[in-house]
T-cell receptor, first 113, second 114 residues
């Protein structure tokens, strides 16, 4: 079975500060990993995904994530937070042969002016 | 290209009723998946359709069902509604059904059961 754990249900950062959202996965085979963002009253938008091509993945809106197999982690970062980054972020995983997305519980990001 | 569309966006039903939700995938996408989002359980996979066939099903009771049409549009149906079925129902589409494929999500249908 595969699962995803997001550490911290709520993160508060100052505008211009580093955003760090943590995601750890458990999988018996190399997984595919995704970060999605959800703004209020909207669906999910893909930020980036890891599909074994490169361990450092760059996404939209200045976000990036690094796949670390030794730590079974796929943490999401953004060097400088913007007010528009306030949203809920979900880490998700699939693996070969299992197409459905398994999501973490989500992390809500608040950006302080 | 137009994104994934879901109708209606909001629904209010009472216990015991049934409801049908609709999803139109991105043009050319053949796989449609449905997810339920609630504050308590988070995002949970309901089922997935590809080429009009259900390929995968999550751990939900038989009251939850779906289908896919030849144009890839999909519907899901919930019968005998319960209060706990109140949720945001999200539809996602992708071109194929490889594990690394991006699933593109619609805005969701907010179902409230009274």
């Amino acid at each position: 079975a595969q699962s995803v754990t997001q550490l911290g249900s709520h993160v508060s950062v100052s505008e211009g500060a580093l955003v760090l959202l943590r995601c750890n996965y458990s999988s018996s085979v190399p997984p595919y990993l995704f970060w999605y963002v959800q703004y209020p009253n909207q669906g999910l938008q893909l930020l980036l995904k890891y599909t074994s091509a490169a361990t450092l993945v760059k996404g939209i809106n200045g976000f990036e994530a690094e796949f670390k197999k030794s730590e079974t982690s796929f943490h999401l970062t953004k060097p400088s937070a913007h007010m528009s980054d306030a949203a809920e972020y979900f880490c998700a995983v699939t693996r070969p042969g299992d197409y459905k997305l398994s999501f973490g519980a989500g992390t809500t990001v608040t950006v302080r002016a | 290209k137009a994104g994934v569309t879901q109708t209606p966006r909001y629904l209010i039903k009472t216990r015991g009723q049934q409801v049908t939700l609709s999803c139109s995938p991105i043009s050319g996408h053949r796989s449609v998946s449905w997810y339920q989002q609630t504050p308590g359980q988070g995002l949970q996979f309901l089922f997935e359709y590809f080429s009009e066939t259900q390929r995968n099903k999550g751990n939900f009771p038989g009251r939850f069902s779906g289908r896919q049409f030849s144009n890839s549009r999909s519907e899901m149906n919930v019968s005998t509604l319960e209060l706990g079925d109140s949720a945001l129902y999200l539809c996602a589409s992708s071109f194929q059904r490889e594990a690394g494929d991006t699933q593109y999500f619609g805005p969701g249908t907010r179902l409230t059961v009274l």
